[in-house]
Nanobody
Framework: QVQLVESGGGLVQAGGSLRLSCAAS????????MGWFRQSPGKEREFVAT????????HYADSVKGRFTASRDNTKNTAYLQMDSLKPEDTAVYYC?????????????????????WGRGTQVTVSS
């Protein structure tokens, strides 16, 4: 049974930092790139960041580029999202997800429908 469990969310002041973790089990972690998405009330889920299966490539939404860093530790089956310079508009439930890499050409995705497994999310609240 595949499980993705996010942790590290919480309440932080604007300008502060948080590090989210996503612990994976029940899958071959290196078969998957890992993505981060977020959803705030009344809005659709949106792509935030992704990291390739070996951590060698990353991609970010424009809204978080330069402030967020996605990474992973394959020895711990864990993905991370370091969030710095947080803004109130970053407030959302953050989800990690696993994208199965089936090709050496397409190794990451920004499309939520292409992800196979999802965590339950962790709340991030940034106060002004």
């Amino acid at each position: 049974q595949v499980q993705l469990v996010e942790s590290g969310g919480g309440l932080v002041q604007a300008g502060g930092s948080l590090r989210l973790s996503c612990a994976a089990s029940g899958l071959t972690f290196t078969d998957y790139s890992m993505g981060w998405f977020r959803q705030s009330p009344g809005k659709e889920r949106e792509f935030v960041a992704t990291v390739s299966w070996n951590g060698g490539s990353t991609h970010y939404a424009d809204s978080v580029k330069g402030r967020f860093t996605a990474s992973r530790d394959n020895t711990k089956n864990t993905a991370y999202l370091q969030m710095d310079s947080l803004k109130p508009e970053d407030t959302a439930v953050y989800y990690c997800a696993a994208y199965e890499v089936r090709s050496s050409i397409v190794i990451m995705s920004t499309n939520s429908y292409e992800y196979t497994y999802w965590g339950r999310g962790t709340q991030v609240t940034v106060s002004s």
